[in-house]
């Protein structure tokens, strides 16, 4: 059961519902919330008399060693007051306090790290759904809340929707996720569709950092205020194993990266201060070439060569720090084998992930869009440092792993990881 100091978090998402190894389907009730009453087994009762039904099912409130747990309850995110009552009046004798909240609220909470000031989230599916007419077809059409943190934690700051079959799709975009974003989820009921809405806000919009929603992220840490006191969030630290299927030996060649960097992951998304660099700050980068990997880092950063782990199979670790801040950009290279793509290398990741058991890496996304190329992503949390963010790329038998650390005392490394990871070429 949850810590009692972590309340339970209850996400009602696209109508399934799960708590621990618990589950309810609850897409009826959130199709009919707009009626008073609705039945169930046969009998009608009012509505908030079958959500008591659905809380009662899952065994909520939880009980931790000094008792009840709260709740974090969240919905979705286009609700106003009226739909949101039945729920309010059926968790008032739950005995617990209850916090509910749009589903973008538990999103941005769950999904972006410390440093992480704006994002948007964009849910390609409507709960209830909207009525079809043959005769007058409706658009496609996508919900999008932006958010900022204050001081009280992630707050809404503005809805708006996106049309992506209209002729204005491009500018609209740019106007619904404006310059400040610096992260776009995407959640949603179909994966096609996801992968649409992913590929536009990518395609028209500055944020560079565009992932699908992981709704294992919202159930454990969608209780997070997001405020400054708030406890420390979940972050990544070096680059995950691969094992590519050639033995036992090609499956631990990164974990050395993190004791040897000693790095943590941002996920704050980079292209909106790459975007705004001017042609002055272009000419202080330089290309670095380290074996088959080129890419743009900073001038004036120094380069050092943490060597490979002994062995044939051991990765090649270079970084770039910026002697006045600490900023780092480290640059991992393993081989894979020469058939290896991103969806296969994904694939072992998330297979090695799982393996580890723990809290580390969190954010896995197989495909990420991040400043025009295809990408893996994700963030580790080594026990103590600053935080990194990982992007993983795939070509010719070989795997790149470029990694972002902001500065010592929290400078922004945005600009640079862009640059780096827009750049990034591997040689035949």
Do not use: K
Not at 17 to 42: F, I, K, M, Q
Not at 272 to 280: A, E, I, K, P
């Amino acid at each position: 059961m949850p810590s009692p100091s972590r309340p339970t978090v209850v996400d009602l998402a696209y109508g399934q519902v799960r708590v621990g190894g618990r589950s309810a389907d609850v897409r009826a009730l959130l199709e009919a919330v707009d009626a008073a009453t609705v039945v169930v087994a046969g009998l009608r009762q009012y509505a908030h008399q079958a959500w008591q039904a659905q809380w009662a099912g899952l065994g909520l409130p939880d009980h931790g060693p000094d008792g009840p747990v709260p709740i974090v309850l969240g919905h979705p995110s286009t609700w106003g007051r009226l739909r949101v009552s039945a729920l309010s009046r059926s968790v008032a004798d739950l005995g617990v306090p209850v916090s509910l909240l749009p589903r973008a609220v538990l999103i941005a909470r769950s999904h972006s790290d410390g440093a992480m000031q704006r994002c948007a989230v964009v849910e390609t599916t409507h709960l209830p759904s909207v009525m079809a007419d043959p005769a007058r077809p409706r658009r496609t059409s996508w919900d999008v809340t932006r958010l900022r943190r204050t001081a009280a934690g992630w707050e809404i700051e503005a809805s708006d929707v996106l049309e992506p079959d209209a002729d204005d799709i491009a500018a609209r975009t740019e106007e619904v996720v404006d310059d400040s974003v610096e992260a776009v989820f995407v959640d949603g009921t179909v994966p096609e569709e996801i992968a649409r809405a992913a590929d536009i806000v990518s395609l028209h919009a500055l944020a560079g950092r565009v992932v699908p929603v992981d709704g294992g992220l919202i159930r454990r840490y969608g209780w997070r205020s997001g405020r400054a006191d708030s406890p420390a969030g979940h972050g990544a630290a070096a680059a995950i194993p691969v094992d590519d299927g050639e033995g036992e030996g090609r499956t631990t060649r990164w974990i050395p990266v993190a004791g040897a960097v000693a790095v943590v992951i941002a996920l704050v998304a980079a292209g909106v201060g790459f975007l705004q660099r001017d042609s002055g700050d272009a000419a202080s980068d330089r290309t670095a070439t380290v074996g088959r990997t080129s890419l743009s880092v900073p001038a004036d950063w120094r380069q050092s060569e943490l060597g490979a782990a002994p062995g044939r199979d051991g990765p090649s670790r270079t970084v770039f720090a910026d002697p006045d801040t600490g900023r780092r950009i480290l640059l991992v290279q393993s081989d894979v084998r020469s058939d290896s793509t991103l969806a296969s290398v994904a694939t072992s990741l998330g297979n090695r992930i799982r393996q580890r058991g723990d809290d580390v890496v969190t954010e896995f996304s197989p495909s990420t869009r991040f400043m025009g190329r295809d990408v893996i992503s994700y963030r580790e949390a080594p026990a103590s440092g600053s935080a990194i963010r990982w992007y993983v790329l795939v070509a010719d038998g070989t795997q790149v792993s470029v990694g972002c650390q902001s500065g010592n005392a929290g400078e922004s490394v945005d600009a640079e990881c862009a640059r780096a990871v827009s750049t990034v070429q591997i040689a035949r």
